[in-house]
């Protein structure tokens, strides 16, 4: 075949994929609640790359908070033009834990998606492709794990990973990807089990194309989207997880710019009421729209995506 | 098959999993050195005084699948350790001790969210983009974005600690129950404070452990039912839609009750599905909303071990939750055989 006959099939190939998204960003445009959401989210990795401009750091690791080492004032300062959103306990900057924690949430976010989503394409790959007992046993594996309301595991696997010296905040990073991957492993299974039946999959194994090559060039392309749509749009979800776990104590320790480990902090001044009101209702409020703006988009995606009511 | 056969089928099917529960946990705890998990192993205080005797003992230091069967026959003689850090009791002791004050928040919260979320679901569905639509919308979204911790310390901050129209925890004077109950004032049926209350004829009580539970019942409700609020709207919508519901409109029925005896019976059957998942996010949101309101059930209990390390009670915690998840989905599959003939036929 010619180079321009690869071009125009190439083309030919391309064009309902570009339809395609164009309709489906106009969809976006013409939802409300999704531009909220893309907004948030826009909004969101602004202040996270600007991070080192709008919140210079002064500790050697910039995720630590840094306070004023020759005061040791107990009390919260209310916000004021030093510190924008006033300072916790001990002094420590507000506005600085929320801003690193924007992104010190994208950098756990993408650490804990890249992870749940290799380990669930690779197993899912297996056990969909070659069934049989590898099969049955992952199934039976991932179904055990999912018998487990998975913030629990995670606090059991917290004490058992920090008892030999890995760090909390790693704990929980690694427990959070240990209880994750299931849920994309039998997904990318379903996949495959779908696509493994289609004629071009016979037609490839016919030719004599080995195992490897007709996963990765013709099953891992056809099954892999739904997958990553869905594990990108857990992104508040992985992120209110790691929040609940370090408001429980069990993920970033004090002085880590970590809005669940700030809240944690903040709740320390909830028995005096509204007076102390700036310590939590900061981080909250970060919290908050971060998973509101991954939940309005993932939500608008999933209507949007969804063949059944994308003309509606 | 019978319905009989297939819920036999069914229970015979959970062994391997709660085994498979109980083996999972074991890994997970096998990171930990032998001498920080020898609490696991003995009930009595005075023998954790000689570490290296337990390690012995129940062989902590023998090949893995031993210590496997060593542990299976310890927790199948109710032995699940004690402990040490939070509570200072055999833990199966503390777990039970503090399983009513759990159930009180469950029992109350429980049928609001299911009830809230199916009634505001489907109405919503029903008056599709009118503004109740709109605000049942905005309230599953905002159900699923808002943290719960967040919102009970919000709650906490405005309606106990500043307004103080309640305390954290079940009454406001716990200890005098206690006093109570040990001077044979005040006998302990259930260990739930307001069912406890009216046994004992005790008005005050029960009007301050209600009290008491509005927040954290408050909380839990506006967080669990969102889901349900999300699911019945939209099996509510594709169940409107159906033929059978034009045909039923033909044949003479009232509006009324074509939405409530047709399409709405119709539409529940997907939140019978969701139900079962919903206890898994159910104990986990009492995991949390405990602890913001310091109830003192099982939660907080477990969450405070581990920040103290308190190995044995995360544990118990761990495969005790695994045991209601797993439970409720198989009363929730046998529901949804009886509900459905093609679950058991096929």
């Known amino acids: ?312 | 098959m019978g319905l009989r056969e297939y819920i036999i089928r069914r229970i015979i099917l959970m062994v391997p999993t709660v085994l498979g529960v109980v083996l999972l946990i074991f890994i997970v705890l096998q990171f930990i050195p032998p001498e920080s998990r020898a609490t696991l192993y003995v009930r009595d205080p005075s023998k954790l005084r000689n570490i290296q005797e337990i390690i012995d003992a129940f062989g902590l230091n023998r090949p893995v699948y031993e210590q496997f069967a060593i542990w299976l026959r310890e927790i199948l003689q109710g032995n699940f350790g004690y402990a040490v850090y939070t509570g200072h009791e055999p833990v199966l002791d503390g777990l039970l001790a503090r399983l009513p004050a759990t159930m009180e928040i469950v029992i109350y919260s429980a049928p609001l969210i299911v009830l809230f979320g199916i009634s505001l679901g489907t109405t919503a569905a029903v008056h599709r983009d009118k503004p109740l639509d709109h605000v049942s919308r905005v309230m599953s979204i905002l159900g699923t974005s808002l943290p719960s911790f967040f919102f009970g310390i919000l709650l906490i901050a405005l309606f106990v600690a500043q307004l103080k129209w309640t305390t954290p925890g079940r009454a406001s004077n716990m200890g005098v129950v206690l006093i109570r109950a040990k001077q044979g004032l005040y006998t302990r049926y259930t260990g739930l404070l307001t069912i406890d209350s009216l046994l004992n004829g005790d008005w005050m009580l029960f009007i301050d452990a209600a009290k008491h539970l509005v927040l954290p019942a408050l909380v839990l409700v506006f967080i669990q039912s969102a889901q349900i609020v999300r699911v019945s709207r939209s099996s509510m919508l594709e169940s409107l839609s159906k033929t059978y519901i034009v045909a039923a409109r033909a044949k003479g029925l009232s509006r009324k009750e074509v939405i409530y005896g047709h399409a709405r019976r119709n539409a529940l059957i997907p939140v019978v599905t969701i139900s079962g998942l919903l206890v898994g996010t159910m104990m986990t949101g009492l995991t949390i909303t405990e602890t913001v309101f310091q109830f003192g059930g099982i939660g907080n209990w477990a969450a405070n071990a581990a920040i103290a390390l308190d190995v044995p009670v995360v544990a118990a915690y761990a495969m005790f939750s695994a045991l209601v998840f797993v439970v409720a989905n198989l009363i929730v599959d046998i529901l949804y055989a009886y509900i459905d003939p093609r679950i058991r036929l096929g």
């Open chain 1, 1 to 312: 075949m010619s180079e321009k006959g690869k071009l125009s099939d190439f083309r030919r190939n391309v064009q309902p994929t570009i339809k395609e998204a164009k309709f489906t960003l106009k969809k976006i445009r013409e939802s409300p609640l999704s531009l909220i959401g893309m907004g948030l989210v826009l909004f969101f990795v602004v202040i996270a790359v600007l991070a080192p401009v709008l919140a210079p750091p002064k500790e050697i690791d910039p995720f630590m908070i840094p306070y004023p080492k020759e005061t040791s004032m107990y009390e919260p300062v209310a916000p004021n033009a030093q510190h924008p959103f006033g300072t916790t306990s001990f002094q420590d900057d507000l506005y600085y834990g929320c801003i690193w924690g924007t992104l010190f949430a994208f950098r756990l976010g993408l650490i804990v998606i890249v992870l749940n989503l290799s380990i669930g394409i690779v197993l899912g790959l297996i056990a969909g492709y070659y069934g049989g007992i590898i099969d049955e046993l992952l199934m039976r594996f991932t179904d055990i794990i999912l018998a487990f309301p998975s913030l629990i595991l995670v606090m059991a696997l917290i004490i058992s990973l920090s008892s030999r010296g890995i760090s909390r905040i790693d704990a929980a990073t690694i427990g959070i990807v240990l209880v994750g991957w299931p849920g994309y492993t039998r997904l990318i299974r379903g996949e495959v089990l779908r696509v493994k039946s289609e004629d071009y999959i016979e037609a490839a194994k016919a030719s004599g194309a080995s195992d490897i090559r007709v996963i990765s060039r013709h099953v891992l392309p056809n099954a892999i989207y739904p997958v990553v749509i869905v594990g990108s749009l857990d992104f508040g979800t992985i992120v209110l997880f790691a929040a609940a776990l370090g408001f429980l104590g069990l993920g970033a320790p004090q002085r880590y710019a970590d809005w669940g480990q700030l809240i944690n902090t903040g709740s320390n001044w909830v028995s005096y009421g509204l007076r102390y009101w700036w310590t939590y209702v900061f981080p909250g409020v970060f919290i908050t729209l971060f998973v509101l703006g991954w939940n309005l988009l993932g939500d608008a995606f999933r209507d949007i995506l969804d063949p059944l009511y994308r003309r509606k």
